[in-house]
């Protein structure tokens, strides 16, 4: 089993609605983080938690620490938010490494 | 330019070959990452190097060498390339006690 799980891991909806991607992990860990992978390949980090929630536009990530669970929402979604999305996660051991998961591909139909 | 690039950004090449593939940082980050990305499987760490001269293994290095004789370069080498090395590989940096990671463009490599 993979110390890091996304749920789904292909999820196509259509414009407009409320998006959800699941991150599990079986690790105790001190930071996670949520990237998103454009079309052309380029990753771009979108946030790091360490607790509770953070909000950037249409994006809001929230992590429940007792849980072991994080989750990405997208609001109002848009074709240009198709990408994949990946969470990974820094261990409480880890200085440097990190734990990946394997991606959710979001494709938005308009 | 400014930022994180990668050369090449597309290479063919031939099972036993060695190849390299270039890393090149402008933000003096300390950290450096290297990383392949093949379907159904996350990324993951080849080599990192937390300064120059100071290099250590990832979870997958065997087949490959780093080197990291100034902060801004971090090469890696394939020595005698294999099929299995096919893949997509991404350099990474990050500053010093900074948790982001700021990502090249990646390099899409065929062995055949």
């Known amino acids: 089993k993979n110390e890091v799980e996304q749920s789904p891991q292909n999820l196509t909806a259509q414009e407009g609605e409320f998006i959800t991607i699941n991150c599990s992990y079986s690790v105790g860990i001190s930071a996670l983080h949520w990237l998103q992978q454009h079309p052309g390949g380029g990753i771009v980090s979108l946030f790091m938690?360490?607790?509770?929630?953070k909000k950037h536009g249409r994006l809001i990530a929230t992590i429940n620490i007792q849980e072991k669970h994080s989750s990405l929402h997208i609001t109002a979604s848009h074709p240009r938010d198709s990408a994949v999305y990946i969470c990974?996660?820094?261990?409480?051991?880890?200085?440097?490494?990190?734990?990946w998961g394997a991606g959710t591909k979001l494709i938005i139909k308009p | 330019d400014a930022g994180i690039t990668q050369s090449p950004r597309y290479k063919i090449t031939e099972t036993g070959r060695q190849v390299t593939l270039m890393c090149h940082q402008t933000?003096?980050?300390?950290?450096m990452f290297w990383y392949r990305q093949d379907l159904g499987h996350g990324l993951r760490l080849i080599y990192y190097?937390?300064?120059?001269?100071?290099?250590d293994k990832g979870e997958v290095p065997d087949g490959y060498v780093v080197s990291r004789s100034k902060t801004e370069n971090f090469p890696l080498t394939l020595e005698s390339a294999t099929r299995s090395q096919t893949s997509v590989y991404f350099c990474a940096s990050r500053w010093t006690g900074q948790e982001t990671q700021y990502f090249g463009p990646g390099t899409r490599l065929l062995v055949l």
């Open positions: 933000w003096s980050h300390s950290y």
């Open positions: 938690l360490s607790s509770g929630k």
């Open positions: 990974a996660v820094r261990s409480g051991g880890s200085n440097y490494q990190l734990i």
């Open positions: 190097s937390a300064a120059a001269d100071i290099t």
